[in-house]
């Protein structure tokens, strides 16, 4: 995304409306979180937005926006037996020209973070031409929970770094548009008139007061230090090795590639995967250098928190909380990495 | 105009009685709908209950299972532990919504070969009615982008 | 909850077991698992109505096996699930103790004869609401119901979190993990999804225990619990055996009678 500089623009409660109405009738795929009420159990998804007022304007959807550019499954190519000869074919990425509308600050932020390693030494052909299809319009937060701690690790509720438009909510109603990108540009132009030039200093709703829960600066330094701390299984001991965290999680980009076959045809696809479960680093020799759900546990944090900062200059994590609202044993990451600045010297 | 459907059944039978008794039809020359499609496992003891899901899954539209009778069973008990697998796996499959209408179960033994015929018949002229099943091969290409 | 942690305290000071496994305060609402070792840490228990998970999970894994002699706080599920891996031989009766809240006290029980005991004179019911899913799941046609779970599948991602969860999945290789053969897909496209539950309820009838701690797992909602419980309900029905009743194996699948009465084998 080239950067450019920032335009700000204002666009009323109906407008914002119409604006999501002329992006789906213009064909793109429009996806934003929505409540669902189901069995008696609420729940915010990511989906496909028939109108703004279907839009999820508070709290956080259980998964991340992800899936837009790093599908939880994706064919790569296939083959089949004709005759005697074989049909191979890649698949050539295609994705449908997509906005995500009304994500938080802290999952558009993500996508840097799932930049950094999948483009990192070569070029991820699928995850490049979906991301290169996708506009992230996304609303500043007003609230946060207990297990937001955006503030802790660099950024803020209302935060603009990685959208291509970023909404923030006006005390009186209505919004101050941040247009950073061309992309955002782009859409400014098909809202035809929807966005209005600022007449005067926006008066914006006051963003989430979240102070910050741990120095995400000096942590890398202590975790380089104490890889064999005791910390790392005292707080795992509750953890029950599942992948719920990481695939919730807006950063992660962990892979499995699968071959499906049968005796005429195969496909090979790549589905999400997760350094928690055991048989991650399972090696066919039978050896698992991460046997032990605290190794994998200190892997999780090492990677986001240590690992990331030292290849990319950036951390592998942007704060939204996801991981622990998802784990069915409250795994809360802020307060583990509080305790862990806190207890490690 | 469009070929009118015929269904494809696949058939899970075990080695030692209903296989037998299938071959017997041949031999005799009892003539049956030629809609079906023959797995030969040593047991019905050793049928996997997701052989049927994987059968509807590649394009069957009926499903037959057939082995020895109770007490009748080569490997002696296979078939008992396998009934008790067929009843609860029955259940199962109904309440996620499988039509049970298009699974046959059925004791053949090695003698009733004109059994085995008027079980592939009537299965075949009923999954003929019922029409082509589709539910659960569409899932194949489903959820993968 | 006083008396608990007092209990705890005694427990572990006393050297009956070295570690207390219960609930604690989690984020906001929330109850989360935790580990007391030392009388301090047991000031964190608490026992309440949220306090609903079935801990039991912790029974059959390593790192907390390793800690040594347990006890558990038990809600009536939790209880169901020590018999059935009693029943399984994944517990041993001198490794553990389970602390029932019990008119105000806390009961220990020690041997597995107390727990089957104790839990004959509990209630053996569901949730309602999961109750009246049943029923409304059981109303509908059956292309109702394969759309229902058509839909609500195609959100899991194969996290596995439900699998986690569940006292009775402590394979340590689980069918899933195998590829030779890859019976079932790893893949969370639709039919990969609709292959694991499945097989999941399948491999839990007659030993699930009707906790719902499953389906409470799952991130997103999916309401995977009512398959194992429809699992469990036909052995019950058909076998007279549900899930977590005694300590001695009586795997309904495992064994047989003769004359099994059924009406659609031809």
């Known amino acids: 995304m080239v950067a450019t500089m920032v335009d700000r623009l204002t666009l009323s409660d109906s407008a914002v409306d119409a604006l999501v109405a002329a992006l789906i009738r213009s064909g793109r795929r429009v996806l934003g979180p929505q409540l669902v009420r189901s069995q008696g159990q609420d729940r915010i998804d990511i989906a496909p937005l028939a109108s703004f007022a279907d839009l999820a304007r508070d709290g956080q959807a259980v998964a991340s926006a992800k899936g837009a550019v790093f599908p939880k499954v994706e064919r790569l190519l296939h083959y089949r037996y004709a005759g005697k000869s074989i049909e191979l074919a890649d698949v050539e990425p295609a994705s449908p020209p997509t906005v995500l509308f009304g994500v938080r600050p802290c999952e558009a932020r993500a996508f840097a973070a799932l930049q950094a390693v999948l483009n990192w030494d070569s070029e991820d052909k699928f995850f490049s031409h979906r991301l290169a299809n996708t506009t992230v319009v996304a609303i500043s937060c007003t609230e946060a929970d207990a297990s937001c701690f955006c503030t802790s690790v660099g950024s803020r509720p209302d935060d603009g770094q990685g959208s291509d438009i970023l909404l923030c909510r006006l005390a009186h109603g209505g919004y101050l548009a941040k247009v950073a990108t061309s992309r955002g540009q782009a859409l400014v132009e098909l809202g035809q008139g929807v966005f209005q030039a600022l007449a005067a200093e926006p008066e914006l709703a006051p963003a989430a007061a979240l102070a910050p829960a741990f120095d995400a600066k000096t942590l890398p330094q202590k975790l380089a230090a104490h890889f064999d701390h005791p910390l790392w299984v005292e707080q795992s001991l509750r953890c029950l090795g599942c992948g719920a965290c990481a695939f919730v999680c807006p950063t992660c980009a962990c892979f499995s590639i699968e071959d499906e076959a049968d005796s005429r045809q195969g496909q090979r696809l790549r589905t999400w995967d997760s350094c928690g479960l055991r048989l991650f680093t399972l090696h066919a020799s039978g050896h698992n250098p991460r046997d032990r759900q605290s190794q994998r546990w200190r892997q999780r944090v090492y990677h986001k928190f240590a690992y990331y900062p030292d290849r990319f200059q950036t951390l592998g994590c942007v704060g939204c909380g996801k991981c622990s609202r998802a784990c069915p044993v409250d795994m809360n990451l802020k307060q583990h990495l509080a305790e862990a600045a806190r207890t490690l010297p | ?145 | 909850m006083e008396s608990l942690q007092r209990k705890a305290q005694e427990l572990l000071a006393a050297g009956t077991v070295k570690l207390v496994i219960g609930y604690g305060e989690g984020t906001g609402v929330r109850r989360r698992p935790i580990f007391v070792r030392t009388g301090d840490q047991a000031g964190s228990l608490v026992l309440d109505p949220a306090c609903t998970q079935n801990l039991a999970t912790y029974l059959t894994k390593a790192e907390v096996r390793a800690l040594g002699r347990t006890a558990l706080v038990a809600t009536p599920s939790t209880l169901r699930s020590i018999l059935q891996l009693a029943a399984e031989r994944q517990v041993r009766e001198e490794n553990l103790l389970a602390l029932v809240p019990l008119a105000g006290t806390i009961k220990e029980l020690t041997t597995f004869a107390d727990i089957e005991a104790m839990v004959a004179t509990l209630p053996d019911e569901i949730a309602r609401a999961d109750q009246e899913m049943l029923t409304q799941l059981g109303a509908m046609s059956v292309v109702e119901r394969r759309a229902f779970w058509e839909k609500e599948l195609g959100r899991c991602v194969k996290c596995y979190a439900c699998r986690a969860a569940c006292p009775m999945c402590y394979c340590e290789r689980c069918t899933m993990d195998n590829n030779r053969p890859q019976w079932v897909p790893v893949a969370s496209h639709a039919l990969g999804n609709l292959e694991y539950h499945v097989v999941r309820a399948m491999h839990l009838a007659g030993r699930c225990v009707r906790c719902g701690t499953c389906g409470a797992a799952c991130p997103h909602g999916i309401p995977i619990h009512l398959l194992t419980f429809a699992s469990e309900g036909s052995v019950r029905r058909q076998f007279g055996q549900p899930g977590g009743a005694s300590s001695r194996p009586t795997y309904a699948l495992a064994t047989f009678k003769p004359d099994d009465k059924e009406d659609f084998i031809r």
């Open chain 2, 1 to 145: 105009m469009a070929e009118p459907f015929e269904p494809k059944l696949t058939a899970f039978v075990c080695n030692w009685c209903t296989y037998a008794g299938a071959d017997l039809t041949g031999t005799s020359r009892i003539k049956y709908q030629a809609n079906v499609r023959v797995i030969r496992l040593p047991c019905t003891g050793r049928i996997d209950f997701m052989m049927v899901l994987k059968a509807f899954a590649r394009g069957s539209d009926g499903v037959i299972i057939s082995g020895c009778h109770p007490n009748d069973c080569h490997y002696t008990s296979g078939n008992y532990h396998a009934r008790r697998r067929w009843m609860v796996f029955r259940d199962l499959i109904d309440f996620v919504g499988i039509d049970l209408a298009r699974v046959t179960f059925s004791w053949i033994s090695a003698a009733e070969g004109a059994k085995w015929a008027s079980l592939v018949n009537e299965t075949t002229d009923r999954v003929r009615a019922l029409g082509p099943y589709q539910e659960i091969g569409k899932l194949a290409a489903a959820g993968i982008e």
